[in-house]
């Protein structure tokens, strides 16, 4: 489930750089969010 809220959070940044559709830093914010839940996912598996 955290890989998919992942890559639907990188799609909408990528869309949104594509279209220059700009609000600001929210994109940006949206990347970094997408980039967090990956490394926790990362960090969870190798513990399991």
């Known amino acids: 489930m955290l890989w998919t809220v992942a ?3 990188i ?3 990528v869309l949104g ?3 220059s ?3 600001g830093g929210f994109l ?3 990347l ?3 980039l ?3 490394v926790v996912g990362v960090i ?3 513990r399991v």
């Open 7 to 9: 890559i639907i959070l």
């Open 11 to 13: 799609v909408l940044w």
């Open 17 to 19: 750089l594509l279209s």
């Open 21 to 23: 559709y700009t609000l």
């Open 28 to 30: 940006h914010i949206l």
């Open 32 to 34: 970094i969010i997408a």
């Open 36 to 38: 967090i839940v990956i």
């Open 44 to 46: 969870q598996g190798r």
